[in-house]
C-alpha cells in the first residue's frame, strides 16, 4: 500500500496586536544631541593653534625693532658707543653700520668727530686684548677697522697703527693697513698728513709678511703713504716689483704709478697682456671659468688706471709697447675694457704732441 504524503501546514498565525501609538512620547532630537561628544583640546593642539603663530610674529617684530633701531644709532654717536660696548655677538653688525653710515652723505660731522675717534679707538684695543679668537670678535675688529680708516681725522689713525703692527691676526692687520691708506686719503684732503716714519715703518714690516693679502694691501698703502722720489716707501716699493705672487706686483705697480715711476711700466704691460678667459657655455654653470674671466678683466682694467695715473702725474706718452697693448684691446671682448682704452687714449691724446 502506498504511503501517504501529508504535507507539512504552516503554523497557525496568531493575532498579533496593533503596536501602541507613542506618537505623543517621540521628540524630535536637538542638534547638539547630533554632534559627536566634544572633548577638551589637547595640549599639543593649543601649540600649534597659538604657540607658534605668536612665536613667528614675536621673532618678525624682533627683527624689525633691531633693524629700526640699528638705523637710528646714526643720529646719536655715543648710541653707537653704547652699543659697541655691550658685551654680545651682534657688536659687529653695528660697526658694520658705523662704517657705512661714515661713507655716507649724511657722515660728514661723524667723521671730524674726535671724541668719536677715540672711543672707538679704545673699544678696539680693548676687544684686542681680551683674548677673543672667535669669529665674533674678528668681525668686529676688521669692522672697527674700516670705520675708524673713514674718518678725515688724526686721532683715529693710533689704534690703526697698533693693529697694522700686529701681524699674528693678518685679517686685522689687513684691514687695519687698509684704513691708513683710507684715512691718509681723507687727512690729506684737508691738507694735513697722517704718513709719518712710524706708519711707513709699520706698513713697510706688514709688506713682508708671510700673508699674501697683507703684503698686497701694503703695497697698495706703501704707494698712498710714500712721497713721489726716493725715501723708505718709494725703496720697498722698488723691492716689492719682485715679489713671487702676482697681485703683489700688480698692486705695487699701481702704487708706482701712482707716484709717476715710470720702473712700473713693465708690471703693467704684463698685466695688459693677460689673455681673455674662454666663456663657458650658457647652459653650463662654471663658477670657476667666470672667476677668472671676473679676475683677468679687473687686472686688466687696473693696468689701464695704473697709466692713467702715470700720464697724470708725468704728463708724458708710454714707449710703443704699452701704446701696442693697449690699443690691441681696443676690441677686447670686455665691454669695460675697451671702454678704459677709450678713456685712456683720450687722455693721451691731450699729452700728446700735435702732429
Keep these: 500500500m502506498e504511503d501517504l504524503f501529508f504535507p507539512t501546514l504552516p503554523p497557525p498565525i496568531r493575532s498579533m496586536a496593533a503596536p501602541a501609538d507613542n506618537s505623543h512620547s517621540r521628540r524630535p532630537m536637538s542638534p547638539d544631541q547630533l554632534l559627536p561628544p566634544v572633548e577638551p583640546p589637547s595640549a599639543g593642539f593649543l601649540v600649534q593653534l597659538f604657540l607658534v603663530p605668536g612665536l613667528i610674529v614675536a621673532i618678525i617684530v624682533g627683527v624689525w625693532l633691531t633693524f629700526h633701531w640699528l638705523a637710528h644709532l646714526g643720529q646719536d654717536p655715543q648710541a653707537y658707543v653704547r652699543t659697541l660696548r655691550r658685551d654680545n655677538e651682534g657688536r659687529w653688525q653695528a660697526a658694520l653700520n658705523l662704517a657705512n653710515d661714515l661713507r655716507g652723505p649724511g657722515g660728514g660731522a661723524l667723521k671730524a668727530d674726535p671724541t668719536l675717534a677715540v672711543e672707538l679707538g679704545r673699544i678696539l684695543t680693548d676687544e684686542s686684548k681680551s683674548g677673543r679668537t672667535g669669529e665674533q670678535s674678528q668681525m668686529l675688529r676688521v669692522y672697527l677697522c674700516r670705520a675708524l680708516g673713514e674718518f678725515t681725522i688724526s686721532e683715529a689713525l693710533p689704534p690703526l697703527l697698533e693693529r697694522a703692527k700686529d701681524t699674528t691676526r693678518p685679517d686685522v692687520a689687513r ?41 698686497s694691501a701694503a703695497a697698495f698703502t706703501l704707494g ?6 726716493a725715501g723708505p716707501a718709494a725703496d720697498r716699493l722698488h723691492a716689492l716689483l719682485a715679489d713671487t705672487n ?44 667666470q672667476s677668472k674671466r671676473y679676475k683677468r678683466a679687473l687686472v686688466v682694467l687696473n693696468a689701464l688706471r695704473g697709466l692713467a695715473l702715470l700720464v697724470d702725474a708725468t704728463h708724458a706718452p708710454f714707449p710703443a709697447g704699452v701704446l701696442d697693448r693697449v690699443k690691441a684691446l681696443a676690441d677686447d671682448p670686455v665691454s669695460d675694457v675697451r671702454a678704459g682704452v677709450t678713456a685712456l687714449e683720450a687722455k693721451l691724446a691731450r699729452v700728446s704732441p700735435a702732429g
Design 175 to 215: 684691514a687695519a693697513i687698509e684704513a691708513i691708506a683710507v684715512l691718509s686719503t681723507n687727512v690729506a684732503a684737508g691738507g694735513g698728513t697722517v704718513a709719518g716714519p712710524d706708519v711707513v715703518e709699520a706698513v713697510g714690516a706688514a709688506s713682508r709678511s708671510e700673508d699674501v693679502s697683507l703684503r
Design 246 to 289: 702676482d697681485d703683489v706686483r700688480y698692486n705695487t705697480a699701481l702704487a708706482l704709478a701712482r707716484l709717476g715711476d715710470d720702473d712700473c711700466l713693465d708690471t703693467l704691460e704684463e698685466m695688459l697682456s693677460l689673455p681673455d678667459q674662454p666663456a663657458p657655455a650658457l647652459d653650463a654653470r662654471d663658477d670657476a671659468a
Design 224 to 229: 698712498v703713504i710714500a712721497q713721489q722720489g
